[in-house]
């Protein structure tokens, strides 16, 4: 007798609480919606009625059901999950008459807001009703630390079995910790962590040249170090030196592992200062201003100390975070500050932070490896172990790392190749591609300041937010669900 290797009736079970989850997020952006007299409530409580309904017919109990999931169905869960999401999520955009998305437009949308990407088709953002706009930034905040972190932080029955695998499908990095032996703790722990932060982020630009409404949509993108902004103009919008310094402090703090902010809040100051990536981190960060910093003043150009200090700091933490705010032009920088730029793009802040990119963590790990090979050459004989933060990593640790580079490299020049192929110049593609495989959101040339993502064809869409999708769930979440072997036991 054949072993059933994934139980559906589970799965579909999961998926419905999934959808009324976000009937629940729809709820807000209809009252946004209501308070500013727009008709734009209709659609969200047409949306609403569309997750409601198949949500609670999956959700139904039946014969077959148990909560004690296993690890093919975790991984199939978190990939249909954010599938999921972005499809229902994409509705409000479709419908509603300040936006009026084709289909392919609007997923890609919302699966750059889930993904906190930030990559935009929308040309004129400041034309959209203030609901749309603020669930633009609620989807990005709910899929910063992750829509299954949230979703075990609710749902005490999937942490029968500490709910380990869902778990560690969606949470980034090389290793996972944990702040409490239970997943569900660790996961409300964490939600507390991002919620205080992006308050005080609130009350910080409102504090500014903001009002409230774009206060809160603008902490809530840059908290998730998703980028998305309630207008056109981005940061220029407000031409505040308060507003962008006090963003660069919001996106520095964000770009940390939230587990290290939780036990620095507990008082363990040294978790963090004695920290070997959050020591990379600002190295990275330090030594990237500076070149930046010293190509502007080569440069000649007359500038302001806000052009020099300010902005420039501002620009190189948002692209280093994934957070894709722009504060200065790529089109009109030195091409030395854009390789930097882009460089950091691809590296990403640290794991188990809402950044995006390959994370500094590995960096700091293939530095290492780097080092310990050339002693090799030297002293054949000598054993050369790799630790970091004193914990020494194994060689299967050091070969799924090299692993994930490589499929990260792979999937970011195959997508490039074949965005090319529709006449797109090479490197405005190579970054645009690397812009959603790192969830950054920046643009240049065809993407940039006088751009957005929509000048690709529908098909380069759908794989730009495949590839999105990709790299929020660090690439072996996704290609696991392609292996044959996965669906045979």
Not at 61 to 90: H, I, K
Not at 197 to 221: H, K, Y
Not at 442 to 455: A, K, P, Q
């Amino acid at each position: 007798m054949k072993t059933k290797v994934i139980n559906y009736r589970t799965v579909c079970r999961v998926m419905g609480w999934m959808l009324l989850l976000e009937a629940a997020m729809l709820i807000l952006p209809t009252l946004v919606s209501i308070s500013y007299g727009e008709n734009d409530y209709k659609v969200f409580l047409a949306a609403i009625g569309c997750c409601m309904v198949p949500g609670l017919l999956l959700a139904q109990p039946g014969s077959g059901f148990n909560t004690d999931v296993t690890r093919r169905e975790s991984y199939l869960l978190t990939g249909l999950c954010w599938v999921l999401f972005s499809a229902f999520g994409m509705l409000p955009l479709i419908w509603s008459p300040t936006c009026s998305l084709g289909v392919a437009d609007a997923f890609f949308e919302t699966m750059s807001g889930f993904t906190t990407t930030g990559a935009t088709v929308i040309a004129d953002v400041d034309r959209c009703s203030k609901g749309v706009l603020f669930w633009r930034s609620e989807i990005q905040w709910f899929g910063g630390l992750g829509i299954i972190l949230f979703t075990l932080a609710l749902l005490p029955a999937l942490n029968k079995t500490d709910g380990i695998w869902m778990f560690n499908t969606e949470t980034t990095g090389i290793t996972h910790d944990k702040i409490h032996p239970r997943i569900g703790h660790t996961a409300k722990t964490l939600w507390m962590v991002y919620s205080m932060i992006t308050i005080l982020c609130i009350l910080a630009l409102w504090a500014g040249p903001m009002d409230l409404f774009d206060s809160v949509c603008t902490s809530m993108s840059c908290v998730s170090t998703g980028g998305f902004s309630p207008h056109s103009a981005g940061l220029d919008y407000w031409d505040s030196a308060y507003i962008n310094g006090t963003m660069t402090i919001f996106m520095f703090v964000s770009g940390i592992n939230f587990i290290i902010l939780y036990r620095v809040a507990r008082g363990d100051r040294k978790s963090l200062t004695g920290n070997d990536v959050f020591r990379c981190y600002c190295m990275i960060l330090g030594v990237s201003y500076m070149i930046t910093l010293l190509s502007l003043l080569i440069s000649g150009e007359p500038r302001s100390l806000r052009n020099l200090l300010i902005d420039p700091l501002c620009q190189t933490v948002s692209a280093f975070t994934s957070t894709g705010v722009s504060s200065m032009p790529y089109e009109i920088m030195r091409p030395s500050v854009v390789a930097v730029l882009t460089l950091l793009m691809g590296i990403g802040a640290c794991a188990g932070s809402t950044s995006g990119g390959l994370k500094t963590d590995r960096l700091l790990v293939i530095c290492k490896n780097a080092r310990n090979e050339s002693r090799r050459i030297l002293y054949p004989n000598r054993m050369n172990a790799i630790h970091v933060n004193g914990t020494y990593l194994s060689d299967g640790i050091l070969i799924k790392i090299f692993a994930f580079l490589a499929c990260y490299l792979f999937l970011w020049l195959a997508t490039t190749v074949i965005t090319t192929m529709y006449g797109f110049p090479v490197f405005d593609s190579a970054f645009a591609v690397l812009s959603c495989l790192s969830n950054n959101g920046l643009g240049y040339g065809i993407t940039g300041s006088e751009g957005s993502f929509s000048v690709f064809p529908d098909l380069v869409k759908w794989l730009m937010s495949g590839v999105m999708l990709a790299g929020r769930l660090e690439i072996f979440t996704i290609i696991v669900l392609f292996i044959p072997r996965f669906w045979r036991g």
